[in-house]
Structures are given as C-alpha cells and as structure tokens.
C-alpha cells in the first residue's frame, strides 16, 4: 500500500485509541454525577436537578466515542456462521465487501443528525425539564463522532484490501 494510506491508518487508528480512552474515563464521571445527586437527595434532602440529565449526556457521549473504537478493535458483533469457515484472505475480501455497508449506513446516520444539529441549532433546541439544557453540544459530538466513525471506516476498508492481497498495513 502506499506510503499515505498507511500514515492514515496509523493516524485513524491513534486517534480512534485516544477518543477510546477519553470516552473509558467518561464512565467515572458519570458515576461521579449520580453519587453527587444521591450524596445530595438523601443525605442533604437536596435534589439536584442537573445530575440524571448531565449522566443522561455522559452516557450519550460514552457510545459515541466508543464507536471508532470499537471498529478499529474489531469488538463488534458479526454473524459468524460463514465467516469463520472462510480463510483469513476470504475474511479480509468479505469484510472489504461488507463495509461498504457500514459506510453507506454511518452517511445516512451523519445526514439525519446534521439535519437535528441544524434543527437544534436554528431552534436553541432544549430538553424540557426543570434543568432546561441545549441539546446542541450534544447533537455536535454526535456528528463529529460520526465523521470519526466513517473515518476509521475508510481504515478499515484499507486494511481488509492489504489483508485480502496479503499485505499488512502495520
């Protein structure tokens, strides 16, 4: 492969590791806002309004991060009954084959949520509740992970082409 292809993989590939670890470190802050609204409603007898709607968006943002990931770590799931019987040059042609899905599924998922960011954003788009936040950082990180995802896609494409020649990308 040549030489620009393997910089973007290995680039596509770190940065998927570092928005991995960020999105790991995600889960302690959320546990942190639900002991803070726990700590505050039982003990104090003082609700916080904030805490399940900012866990709510932790947890949002925890799946997003976590989809590029979750391709580059190849962690997600897979209908194995022909797979596995196939050789790993096989694998390789039919993961080159299947992605294309995968690809033309995250561009009908990123066009639908820059059309919600647009929509929130034109409307100062909020959740109902007594907390009353935007909905716009979030809808952001959903589409900027979305791109990452169809970023590491367009790797991952790469590598299964290297694969299917018997070449390693690494």
Same mark, same amino acid.
């Given at each position: 492969?040549? +030489? ?17 670890? =960020? ?15 726990? =700590? ?21 943002? +925890? ?23 196939? /050789? ?16 033309? +599924?995250?561009? =009908? ?9 647009? +929509? ?34 367009? /790797? ?15």
């Amino acid at each position: 492969m040549p +030489y620009g292809i393997r910089v973007y993989v290995r680039l596509m590939d770190r940065l998927a590791d570092w928005v991995g670890l =960020v999105a790991m470190y995600l889960i302690f802050v959320m546990i942190g806002v639900l002991l803070t609204d726990v =700590v505050s409603d039982k003990i104090f007898s003082l609700p916080l309004h904030w805490c399940v709607e900012v866990a709510q968006f932790t947890l949002a943002a +925890y799946y997003f991060m976590g989809g590029a990931k979750t391709l580059k770590d190849n962690d997600h799931v897979r209908m194995d009954l022909f797979y596995a019987t196939l /050789s790993e040059r096989n694998q390789a042609r039919m993961d080159a084959v299947t992605v294309f899905c995968l690809i033309f +599924y995250l561009c =009908v998922m990123l066009w639908g949520s820059l059309s919600s960011l647009s +929509y929130s954003w034109a409307t100062d788009q909020r959740l109902p509740s007594i907390w009353n936040p935007s909905l716009v950082p979030i809808k952001v990180l959903m589409v900027g992970c979305l791109i990452l995802m169809l970023l590491q896609s367009f /790797s991952l494409l790469f590598k299964y082409v290297a694969a299917s020649r018997g070449e390693q990308l690494e």
